[in-house]
């Protein structure tokens, strides 16, 4: 059915928080999510990453955004095996196991697995980029990821590291805020895949389609952005 609603997305067997397998009454069998869907049959699905159980208005306005130009957009609850605030991201086993479940879910409704893409900011987009290196998925977007040079957490590798293993063409856009040598770095290291990569830098932080826009609804920057990452997905999740 069209509109916004919540969910679950069964986790796979096997994908529990301990890595034992999963059973009808575990806490951790299932991810909660919130989709948006399209007027209409969707052309494809999109995992939208974030690193807040909160879902600020302008990360609302971009899921509808994007369901207007016909995807289902998947938002999964990355921390629901914890309580309260979560002390760290969520990455390695936990990410991909929560990824899994959105693509199953998404696969699950009618989309081809070749048109799911993945898309994040800040810390999530550094998961975004990953789940790109360890899962062949249609096309990633990630929006000032961290952990260039660095490596974020003991379960996230460096993405200088892990770019030459890129399975998904993939999308980087940055900023002024974000350090211009780490992004050259990425930029050679992401030349090395063997998908599509592009790297974007601004000159200042109205590229962030995540975040509410003021009163300049229609800055370049801003417009330009987000166009960017409406057309990486309009010609790689075909």
């Known amino acids: 059915m069209p509109g916004t609603y919540d969910d679950i997305a069964p986790l796979r067997r096997g994908d529990g928080a301990d890595g034992d397998q999963t059973t009808a009454s575990s806490p951790v069998d299932r991810v909660p999510i919130t989709v948006l869907e399209p007027e209409g049959n969707a052309r494809g699905g999109i995992v939208l990453l974030h690193e807040s159980r909160e879902r600020g208005p302008g990360l609302r306005d971009l899921m509808t955004a ?3 130009e016909g995807w289902t957009v998947v938002t999964p609850d990355l921390f629901h095996r914890v309580t309260g605030e979560p002390e760290h991201e969520v990455f390695g086993d936990e990410l991909f196991a929560d990824f899994d479940a959105c693509f199953d879910w998404l696969t699950a409704h009618g989309v081809f697995p070749d048109c799911v893409g993945v898309l994040g900011f800040d810390t999530a987009g550094t998961a975004a980029f990953l789940v790109a290196t360890n899962r062949p998925i249609g096309a990633a977007v990630s929006v000032a990821a961290r952990g ?8 996230a590798e460096a993405l200088v590291q892990a770019a030459p293993r890129l399975q998904a063409p993939w999308l980087g856009l940055f900023g002024a805020d974000d350090p211009a040598d780490d992004v050259e770095k990425l930029r050679d290291a992401g030349a090395a895949a063997s998908v599509a990569t592009l790297v974007v830098t601004y000159p200042d932080a109205k590229h962030r389609a995540d975040r509410p826009a003021e ?10 952005a987000q166009t960017r990452i409406f057309d990486w997905f309009d010609s790689n999740l075909r």
């Not at 260039?148 to 379960?155: G, N």
């Not at 009163?215 to 330009?224: A, F, K, L, M, S």
Request: cysteine-free; charged content about 45%; proline content about 10%.
């Open 66 to 68: 994007l369901a207007a």
């Open 148 to 155: 260039l040079t660095e490596p974020l957490a003991a379960e």
């Open 215 to 224: 009163d300049e609804d229609d800055d370049p920057v801003r417009v330009d």
